[in-house]
């Protein structure tokens, strides 16, 4: 199944930032991808308006996430509906059907979810998806099965983003978290972080070593949309790494 999205920032983020986001799109069609993620923090100059970037998207038929570095959940718990209309309004022009955020400072006692469903609805065209981050708190196992407990006994249609390697950043076991939440995961995001001269670091993707990457994917439904999220250099490789998702696939 053809299902892999390559976000923007898996490759150079100077030549990102140089080129523009716009100038990856065809590279990323003709590796077979199934869609891209445009990255909010990764816009510059050399980027067009949304609606052309949205029009190049669309020539080349791909899927369109719209990613976000923006907390669900302000520093007093409160939804974060200001930058949350913005960023939703941002998304239709781009043609994003998914937007992706981090959970932030969700409280199960003080944060109201029947809030963010009443948000949802008037944005009913678009999937919101939460993601684990490297955060001590929005990246905390217990704290975004409290969010999803809460989204999922109100009804509120939010799915999660499960980053295969942000749980080494927030000190996590990731065994717990697929315990806990891969009955929540609708997307996930594929990276491998090793620690290197006492620093934590996202490497590429190698098949076969007993990399906990492997371990999560082969533990959720194989037919997930996948992210490959982790340097891609040269970017010519794009390729190479969305044909070694469809081969995993195929074994599983």
């Known amino acids: 199944m053809q299902n892999v999205i390559v976000p923007l920032n898996a490759f150079d983020r100077v030549e990102v930032l140089e080129k523009g986001q716009t100038s990856f799109i065809k590279l990323i069609a003709s590796s077979g991808a199934y869609g891209i993620e445009i990255r909010r923090e990764l816009f510059s100059e050399q980027d067009p308006p949304l609606e ?126 697929l315990s806990q939440l891969s009955q929540y995961v609708q997307y996930l995001h594929l990276k491998q972080v090793d620690l290197e001269n006492g620093e934590l670091i996202t490497v590429p993707l190698q098949k076969n070593i007993g990399h906990s990457w492997e371990k999560v994917m082969n533990s959720l439904p194989s037919d997930l949309v996948k992210a490959l999220e982790f340097p891609i250099q040269p970017k010519e490789r794009t390729k190479e790494y969305i044909q070694m998702m469809t081969e995993s696939e195929v074994l599983l």
Do not use: C, R
């Open 52 to 177: 052309s970037m949205k029009l190049e998207i669309e020539q080349h038929q791909l899927f369109t996430v719209y990613s976000a570095p923006v907390e669900l959940w302000n520093a007093n718990h409160q939804l974060n509906e200001q930058e949350l209309s913005t960023i939703f309004e941002e998304g239709k022009k781009l043609g994003a059907k998914w937007i992706k955020v981090s959970l932030g400072h969700f409280s199960k006692e003080q944060s109201n979810v029947s809030h963010l469903h009443f948000f949802l609805k008037q944005h009913s065209d678009i999937q919101l998806f939460v993601e684990n981050d490297q955060t001590l708190y929005g990246g905390n196992v217990s704290n975004l099965k409290a969010f999803f407990e809460s989204a999922s006994e109100q009804n509120v249609p939010v799915k999660m983003t499960f980053d295969a390697g942000n749980w080494y950043y927030s000190k996590q076991d990731i065994n717990d978290a």
